[in-house]
């Protein structure tokens, strides 16, 4: 099945190498080791040029980590200089991650003379404290200073991430950040929940009892403080974690959440292309000796409970919400047969919102959006089950 036929594709580059891993971090990265990331560049090229001989074209590249920004400005050119002359043609964006302790005046002069459009910057806060608890290798004021640089190069756009619901977090932390925000102004800011993901320093500091995290009640209210604050100075909320005040969506993230096409080239990266998802073996070693080829892993190709049940998670992410037409051509299966009493009930609590072949959250609904989701996806279940 193809999905989207009508859009092409993104392309995700991944780059897995940082100094040291964040408390809160369960991503596949690696020691930044430079030898081992020259060679890793050299193959990552390698796959690229793969993929661009056979006539692949994105319309939205975004290359992030790991730490894309730590590359040496050697291999930092060498590979932008590949994506610039494999992709130039239809390109619509090209986002590069940009750790503020890495990311430097000469890299950003490379990344925007070779076509790079818009850089993300991981601030995570704005709080000392909170810094150094989420394992962060930078201070408040060296994002300041990035972005006072992106200002001055003219960096066409910016993004800056945030996170909400760090232990000790309290209301003052949260208007710190967004008087920082304020001051920087980005075009685009990224605000996610923090997450006890098993295997991170976090992750085992709350089960040994070393941290306590905050209630969910508390973190409810900072993220509506963050949000309300954020959209008083003129951000727009495009998605349940996103919002912009100009410059528009990230179209690379837009595209993942509208279920469409991307090809991911690096150790560990995800595809979805024509129907199939697959993985590259997340071994960066492998990876090196693969030349460019790398191992496939995790392939498969998604059956209709699972159509269904991504269709659902992604789009009800979004402010406009579930395409229910969209959905009916694509699994077969009208939505409101299939979750029609839920979506009643979840509407009468104010939850959710039905428009002209479309079902969108509230703002509250947004905050419970997972349990929504989870009744969405056990009534499809059941359904398809009595259907078998
Ligand atoms: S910089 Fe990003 S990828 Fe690297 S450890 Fe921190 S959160 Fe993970």
């Not at 590249?61 to 002359?85: H, M, N, Q, Y």
């Not at 070393?210 to 900072?222: H, R």
Request: proline fraction near 4%; aromatic fraction near 8%.
């Amino acid at each position: 099945m193809k999905v989207k036929p009508e859009g092409s594709p993104g392309l995700y580059v991944h780059v897995p190498f940082c100094r040291s891993r964040c408390t809160y971090c369960d991503f596949h990265v690696a020691a930044l080791r430079p030898g081992v990331v020259t060679d890793y560049v050299s193959a990552l090229i390698l796959e690229i040029q793969h993929h661009a001989d056979a006539g692949f074209s994105p319309e939205t590249i975004f290359i992030g980590g790991g730490t894309p920004s730590a590359l040496s400005v050697e291999d930092w050119t060498r590979l932008l200089k590949c994506l610039s002359e494999s992709f130039q043609s239809g390109l619509k964006e090209w986002t590069i991650e940009a750790n503020p302790e890495s990311i430097d005046e000469q890299k950003i002069e490379i990344a925007l003379s070779l076509g790079v459009d818009r850089l993300s910057t991981g601030a995570q806060t704005f709080v000392e404290t909170g810094l150094a608890l989420l394992g962060r290798r930078h201070d408040a004021q060296r994002v300041h200073e990035v972005h006072d640089l992106f200002q001055k190069l003219g960096v066409p756009r910016t993004s800056l991430d945030l996170i909400v619901g760090w232990p000790g977090q309290a209301i003052d932390s949260v208007n710190t950040d967004l008087a920082a925000v304020k001051e920087i102004d980005p075009d685009h800011i990224s605000l996610y929940h923090l997450s006890y993901e098993q295997g991170t320093w976090l992750h085992s500091m709350r089960e040994r009892g070393g941290l306590k995290p905050i209630m969910d009640d508390t973190c409810i209210e900072l993220s509506r403080a963050f949000l309300q604050g954020l959209q008083e100075q003129g951000f727009e909320r495009y998605e349940v974690s996103n919002l912009y005040a100009r410059g528009g969506a990230s179209l690379h993230n837009l595209n993942y959440w509208e279920r469409g096409e991307y090809l991911g080239v690096g150790s560990g990266a995800a595809s979805f292309m024509e129907g199939l998802r697959w993985k590259n073996k997340p071994d960066v070693q492998k990876y090196i000796s693969a030349g460019g080829s790398p191992e496939k892993v995790s392939i498969e190709t998604p059956e209709l409970l699972e159509v269904v049940t991504e269709l659902i998670m992604l789009e009800l992410r979004l402010t406009r919400g579930m395409n229910l037409n969209r959905f009916k051509t694509e699994t077969g299966l009208d939505f409101h047969e299939i979750c029609g009493e839920s979506l009643h009930s979840f509407e009468k609590r104010g939850l959710l919102i039905q428009g002209e072949n479309a079902i969108r959250a509230s703002s509250e609904g947004f905050e419970v959006l997972d349990s929504v989701i989870v009744k969405f996806v056990e009534d499809a279940e059941e359904r398809l089950n009595e259907g078998t």
